[in-house]
């Protein structure tokens, strides 16, 4: 999950595994959800968003569920490949304040062969 | 091909000496910003514009100039760097009202 601190939370899997990656976010008024993937020496890169009214959101080997009683996001990457080697950061949106994005801390995945 | 890209993606200078990254978007897309990178820091936004001429101030505008005359551009401008501005920057781009944004490949300032 996302944290404080200079080190980014970290999640080793082995290849082919289901990845689940947790976000905690702090504003009840964000109209949406996204995750966004950084490979090492890139941008970031939009994986995939889920809309405050709903609750889950599937796209190609990934899935999002949002918990708004407890405010919490999660992405789940299904069959994980190395490729999928990368921090993963999760935001919120919230339409009312000039669409600002505001971003968690990130948690680094690492794929095992 | 849709990108942002950003220039340079590596500088080193000296305090106090002017600088510009510049950043340029082919998705002729409303809506830019600008971004810094520290570690345990995030994602921390800088300035943002929502279209031509329209500049606001995010979370950590201090020491930082932008300006948006044209769609495509969006310029960074440092006019007395300070070490504490080494960083990694990223400009963004999206379209109104989609969440989707599209980040440059980012440069690496440091500022001795």
Redesign the interface.
Known sequence: GES????LPTLSVQEGDNSIINCAYSNSASD?F?WYKQES??????II?IRSNMDKRQGQRVTVLLNKTVKHLSLQIAATQPGDSAVY?CAE?NAGN????I????TSLAVNP | EAQVTQNPRYLITVTGKKLTVTCSQNMNHEYMSWYRQDPGLGLRQIYYSMNVEVTDKGDVPEGYKVSRKEKRNFPLILESPSPNQTSLYFCASSQTGETKAFFGQGTRLTVV
């Not at chain 1, 020496?41 to 939009?46: A, R, W, Y």
């Not at chain 1, 000039?98 to 994005?101: I, M, P």
């Not at chain 1, 971003?103 to 990130?106: F, I």
């Open positions: 404080v601190g200079l080190h949406y996204i020496g890139k941008g970031p890169q939009f968003d950061f949106n000039n669409r600002k994005l971003w968690g801390l990130g």
